[in-house]
């Protein structure tokens, strides 16, 4: 994995990456539940705070559940 560690993504490329609709990745960017900043009034992503923000909601919901089992 080579990624540059201050790469920019656009919302396409953010929804592509989630594999969400851009529409969902603009609203989560709107309502602050998703790293972003804009950039000319467009939305603007940095790859590793995306990578950080996925890795802390599956923390976080892996130990809310950590067996796996119906609590």
């Not at 539940?33 to 802390?56: C, H, S, V, Y």
């Amino acid at each position: 994995m080579n990624e540059e560690s201050g790469e920019i993504l656009t919302i396409d490329e953010v929804a592509a990456y989630l594999k969400a609709g851009r529409r969902t990745v603009y609203r989560l960017a709107a309502n602050g539940q998703i790293p972003a900043f804009k950039l000319g009034g467009t939305w603007r992503f940095r790859r590793t705070e995306l990578d950080r923000w996925i890795a802390n909601r599956i923390d976080t919901h892996s130990q809310s559940n950590p067996d796996g089992d119906a609590p």
